[in-house]
């Protein structure tokens, strides 16, 4: 409760909150105020936005509303963002719970997996992934949790370096507890606070990954994502900006919404860090 | 030997803690005076002020806490009202200051001579050779061994006492007029703590310093003091001389201090039971670091060739300094560190030997109690849980072990109706309490106890240890007691084994072998407790 306290102590969080909260009521909303399918012809293409009172953000390159687009965008931009970062984590935990805690020739081996995928670049071997796998929405969802995992991995080894070797660690061995208790009652929970705030960045970057697959047209190219009309809009970028623009600004202000709450949680889960 | 003016006087200070701290002030209206070549002691628990008066006279106050009442006169100057420039200069220069910590307290990155050369370097206007040859000379008179290589040495690379030794030069370096310490042998072995008392002393009286000395313990107050100031909850309770206050302390808070500090004397032995239940011989553990297939590795004997046996209900202490072995003996007991040889007996069976499933299963026959009461209990349970889960972890029912847990709350004088709160809640000695009753909560044959008081307060110390003492008498627990503290171990312990180097030196009666030491060591250790005759004698 503290923690909630201090959360909303601070402007900055608070501000990230509502943004983030604003994203997730269109993905929610898009279904009513926008119920035809956002990539079906909806009038002349290339209408600038605030002219015509139908298309309030105007139409894209083959005549789509973009204001549809961006709701419905947002769905997709979420629960990319969320599943993705949900793999990353979970994967992440998991690798660095059990190379931290047992330590030896086990972490040896799963700290060079994980360096292995760090070393490639992320956005290469995502499109190695999706060149293999295909790009529907599932294959680009996975692949992007797939090349997100190692940052939490190394988090959460570091995390159970330090906590395994304490007293209350070494009071629950001497309880007789069998290894898996120790790891998730025991050490987990007091290891997961700066993952749950990690988790903020790998969504943003998860979000970001999406869009810039999209850019290059290697996205699924059957849902209304805000990358891919970033991509459609690149060929009409000199005149029509306003294509690619709209989308942009609703990926600057989710990720900023998510990195707000990210920093925000952080903050209130760590007060002394604050006080510097 | 007494003197002239008082160096520093402060007159009804009053240092106001920030909004929501568990006092409004952190010292109220205290008064006192250090006069030339004189050794003032603050003793007190913790929480009582001691160290904010220490900072208060540096004015290196924490961020919100500020000086609301009072002056601090410092030959003649109101350090309250000096301006930060001034008090740059009074700072380093006319009073130094010795930390608690000397790790901590010197830069790990520069060399131990660079750092003593740079106060000399920042208020004198001397010469680089210069300051090299009074590093050296300063580095002598505090008894460094082989001063040029001391002075090219990094902290890591000497001991405590060295690294100790080094920050009273650095103290001393401008010949200051006050020297502030603030517990600098708190973080020392007993041996070292003595030296460095020694040191302090010599120094103070060639260069008739000043010296304001904080301190918990009495026996370093009776070592060292001139005057006393005893200080409880930011409030000076009693002053006086050293002789005054420790032979006729007047009040309360003092004597119960002072009777916290009980002299070296073993109580009258208890009969002791002829059946051993746990029998050691010749446990071994070696530590490898580096190295390549076993070559050039850097190899640690922590533990070598200990045998002893702990027969029924006994409590056996294990003492020694840091480094001696004793911590690892004990995790190598209760195998949470795997000895490399030897044969640990108990009930029948070789612990020693046993898989890390059998041991899971027999942990109920030996528990431990840590060191440390804020470490050692899972931040994230509730009190009643932390107790409660060793039984559940061996097949009670969950009702029941919460029911028993609320019990052993009861046993360990805890109120059961804290049971819900987190660790954090409680104080230190509470804490205590919580892992003694979570040890307890197996039904254990065999405690071990690895240094369970002395992260505590004197006063809470002592109450610990008379828990443990009933404890023991009604639950028939045998203990192994391991200590660094003599006095803890004269205290509680029937059978004590002095260890050094990895090596049990001496072992046997309590009462025989502090009264008549037969090692060296234990000599050594013993003439090294702080208090002198007032720590050996019963106090009047």
């Given amino acids: 409760m503290d923690a909630l306290k201090r959360y909303f102590r601070s402007p900055a969080a608070v501000l990230g909150l509502v943004l983030l909260l604003i994203v997730v009521g269109m993905a929610i909303s898009a279904g009513y105020l926008y119920p035809r399918d956002p990539l079906a012809l909806a009038g002349r293409p290339l209408v600038w936005p605030f002219t015509n009172p139908r298309f309030l953000l105007g139409t894209d390159n083959s005549g789509r509303d973009i204001a549809a687009q961006i709701f419905h965008g947002a769905r997709i931009s979420l629960l990319i963002g969320g599943v993705a970062t949900l793999i990353a984590v979970t994967i992440g935990v998991m690798v660095g719970a059990i190379a931290g805690y047992y330590g030896g020739w086990i972490d040896n081996i799963l700290m060079r997996i994980t360096e292995a995928f760090q070393t490639l670049p992320n956005f290469v071997l995502l499109l190695v992934l999706v060149a293999v796998f295909g790009s529907t929405l599932t294959t680009v969802t996975i692949a992007v949790g797939i090349v997100s995992w190692p940052a939490p991995a190394r988090l959460t080894r570091a995390e159970f370096l330090s906590l395994r070797s304490r007293e209350f660690v070494q009071a629950g061995r001497t309880l007789g507890m069998p290894d898996a208790q120790l790891i998730l009652r025991e050490i987990l929970p007091n290891a997961l606070p700066p993952v749950i705030v990690y988790a903020g960045v790998v969504m943003a970057v998860a979000i970001l990954l999406e869009s810039a697959l999209a850019f290059l047209r290697l996205s699924d190219a059957n849902v209304a994502s805000w990358g891919n009309l970033i991509g459609l809009g690149r060929d009409v970028l000199r005149v029509q900006w306003y294509v690619s623009a709209i989308p942009g600004v609703a990926i600057l202000i989710t990720v900023l919404a998510v990195s707000l709450v990210g920093q925000g949680l952080n903050d209130a889960l760590n007060p002394r860090l604050k006080q510097r | ?540």
């Fill in chain 2, 1 to 540: 030997m007494s003197s002239t003016g008082p160096i520093l006087t402060v007159d009804r200070l009053s240092v106001r803690l920030p909004k929501g701290a568990d006092r409004s002030h952190a010292i109220t209206e205290v008064s006192l005076s250090v006069a030339e070549n004189e050794i003032v002691c603050i003793v007190g628990e913790s929480g009582s002020g001691k160290s904010m008066m220490a900072n208060a006279i540096m004015r290196l106050l924490p961020q919100g806490v500020t000086t609301d009442h009072g002056r601090i006169l410092f030959v003649g100057r109101d350090l309250c009202a000096a301006s930060a420039a001034e008090m740059r200069s009074i700072r380093g220069a006319e009073i130094a200051m010795v930390f608690q910590e000397p790790m901590t307290a010197l830069n790990p990155l520069r060399t131990i001579g660079d750092q003593i050369g740079e106060v000399l370097d920042i208020h004198t206007g001397l010469a680089k050779a210069e300051i090299r040859s009074r590093v050296l000379s300063l580095l002598s008179d505090v008894h460094i061994p082989d001063p040029p290589r001391a002075a090219k040495a990094y902290p890591h690379e000497l001991s405590g006492g060295q690294r100790q030794r080094a920050m009273i030069a650095m103290a001393l370096a401008l010949d200051p007029k006050l020297l502030i310490a603030d517990e600098p042998t708190t973080a020392l072995d007993v041996t070292t703590q003595a030296q460095i008392l020694k040191l302090i002393r010599e120094l103070q009286q060639r260069r008739n310093t000043a010296v304001l000395f904080i301190t918990h313990d009495f026996g370093v107050v009776a070592e060292i003091a001139d005057r006393v100031v005893v200080m409880q909850h930011g409030v000076v309770v009693e002053h006086g001389t050293a002789r005054e206050v420790l032979r006729n302390p007047r009040h309360a808070y003092t004597q119960q201090l002072i009777a916290a500090v009980p002299p070296v004397a073993a109580p009258p032995p208890r009969r002791l039971s002829d059946q051993t239940l746990l029998a050691l011989s010749g446990v071994v553990k070696t530590y490898r670091a580096g190295g390549f297939l076993g070559r050039g590795a850097r190899v640690t004997h922590a533990v070598k060739d200990v045998s002893f046996t702990l027969p029924k209900g006994a409590t056996l202490g294990i003492v020694g300094e840091s480094g001696s072995g004793k911590s690892t003996l004990a995790r190598c007991i209760i195998r949470l560190i795997d000895p490399d040889a030897g044969s640990i007996l108990l009930d029948g069976h070789d612990w020693a030997l046993m898989s890390r499933r059998e041991i899971r299963q027999r942990t109920q026959q030996m528990q431990m109690v840590f060191q440390d009461p804020f470490a050692s209990l899972n931040p994230r349970r509730k009190a009643i849980d932390l107790v409660a889960q060793g039984p559940i972890v061996h097949g009670t029912p969950r009702d029941k072990a919460l029911s028993e847990a609320r019990e052993l709350f009861q046993l360990v004088g805890l109120d059961p109706s804290a049971a819900d709160r987190l660790p954090h809640e409680f104080s230190g000695g509470q804490r205590q309490r919580i892992g003694l009753a979570r040890a307890l909560a197996l039904k254990p044959d065999v405690l071990v106890a690895d240094e369970p008081v002395s992260a505590l307060d004197v006063s809470v110390q002592a109450q610990v240890l008379r828990l443990l003492t009933s404890l023991r008498e009604r639950l028939g627990l045998s203990i192994i007691f391991i200590t660094h503290d003599l006095r803890v171990a004269a205290q509680i312990c029937d059978l004590v084994a002095v260890m050094k180097d990895g090596v049990v030196v001496e072992h046997g009666l309590t009462h025989q072998v502090f009264g008549t030491p037969q090692h060296a060591y234990t000599r050594a250790l013993l003439d090294a407790i702080p208090g002198g005759d007032f720590a050996r004698t019963p106090h009047p």
